[in-house]
């Protein structure tokens, strides 16, 4: 370290993040005893200690997910790498891969399939509308793809898409298919099984309430048979998923140096997930939407997506007339430390992205977070 370096660390003050009320739409608050595992001492990522609880994580995310004989694992990465996970590995050079395009992840979707030399197919609509069983069904009828993709809850919209349509006429076209669950999982229910979905992804810092770094993943036995049958190896190395499922669940040979303490929070926050039970959390959320959307809606505001599509987790509302999004949610950042977050692409400055998920989803929170917001927007000149 050069003596300017030096002098630099010694006067810079100890770490103290600001204490944020996180209800924008991730990172979402962690649990306190997530933060508890964090501290633990780590131990080697072959150690049959870590390899117990990467088997712990496995088995919590089975029910997590809602799946009995599908396979799971975990990615090093955030959400994003899990996506990319699914793309490499399924989505061979030239093959047909159909996307339901409908907000910013789906198109984030084409745009990695396009890397891995994919023929891309879109079915697009609007951010924030969704794609009805017929509509789906058809365009999977008439395009035969290898591949189908869309996005569960798409963060970027607030709009939720039912799965099951998707799912099973992508397998009356021999296609395998793919749900971005990143916003979903923990928060509303997934139902990996009954749902047909055959390759999942997710993260940890959404519904999980865990903080960034991790990619939970669902592989149905079609899914798992269609990685023994390719020949080809995947174009990515790090995210070769039979790699990573040789190392985390069959062989435990290394592959990569596993995050040790992020694996030690997701087993935590799994946990406190299985303790509540999964059917009680999703309650738990569709209350505290209801007693959202009814206070904004008190509020003469508007929600983006009609009440039957949307993410309980997740609301877009709409932004009133005469309000500037950006200082509103400065101000709400700056005074009672709230985060949430504005729209973008075709909803910039057109929607608040407000989650209410996790440790967050309390009445109390929910009625503590609605006074707050209508101060904001009344000193930002929103008259009620
Ligand atoms: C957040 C998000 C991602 C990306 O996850 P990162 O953890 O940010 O990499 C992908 N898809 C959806 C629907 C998301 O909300």
């Known amino acids: 370290m050069s003596a300017i370096e030096q002098t630099t660390a010694l006067h810079l003050p100890a770490l103290q993040p600001p204490r944020r009320y996180l209800f924008g739409p991730g990172p979402s608050m962690v649990h306190p005893r997530v933060y508890e595992a964090l501290s633990k001492p780590i131990v080697g990522h072959l150690d049959p200690y870590f390899i117990q609880v990467m088997g712990d994580v496995q088995q919590l995310l089975k029910t997590t997910f809602g799946t009995s004989d599908g396979a799971t694992l975990v990615i090093s990465g ?14 061979e050079p030239g093959a047909k891969f159909a996307v339901f395009a409908n907000g910013y992840f789906s198109d984030r979707l084409t745009e990695m399939a396009k890397r891995q030399g994919a023929n891309v197919v879109r079915f697009e609509k609007g951010w924030g509308e969704t794609f009805t069983d017929d509509e789906a069904t058809e365009f999977i009828r008439r395009e035969k793809p290898k591949v189908v993709a869309y996005v569960h809850a798409e963060t970027s919209t607030g709009a939720l898409q039912a799965g099951r349509a998707i799912c099973a006429a992508a397998h009356d076209a021999g296609a395998l298919a793919i749900a971005d669950c990143v916003t979903s999982l923990g928060g509303v229910p997934v139902e990996f099984d009954r749902t047909g979905i055959d390759v999942a992804y997710s993260c940890t810092q959404k ?13 149905s036995p079609r899914a798992m048979d269609f990685l ?11 995210l070769d998923l039979k790699l990573i499922h040789d190392y985390s669940t069959v062989s435990h040979r290394y592959h990569h140096t596993a995050p040790i303490s992020m694996f030690y929070a997701l087993r935590e926050a799994l946990m406190v997930i299985a303790e509540e039970g999964i059917e009680n959390r999703w309650e738990r959320h569709r209350r505290c939407n209801r007693a959202f959307v009814k206070g904004v809606e008190a509020m003469s505001l508007r929600m983006h997506v009609p009440e039957a599509h949307r993410i309980a987790t ?30 973008f692409g075709p909803l910039a400055g057109k929607v608040f992205r407000i989650g209410v998920m996790g440790p967050l989803a309390t009445e109390d929170n929910v009625q503590f977070f609605l006074k707050e917001f209508k101060k904001t927007l009344s000193a930002e000149g929103y008259s009620i």
């Open 207 to 219: 519904g999980l309430s865990c903080p960034p770094g991790l990619s939970p993943m669902a592989m």
């Open 228 to 238: 023994r049958a390719r020949t080809t190896p995947s174009r990515s190395w790090y």
């Open 314 to 343: 997740l609301n877009t509302v709409c932004v009133p007339q005469g309000v500037d999004e950006a200082k509103a949610r400065k101000r709400l950042l700056d005074e009672p430390g709230i985060e949430i977050a504005g729209g």
């Open 78 to 91: 955030t959400g994003s790498a899990g996506m990319e996970a699914a793309v490499a590995n399924f989505v």
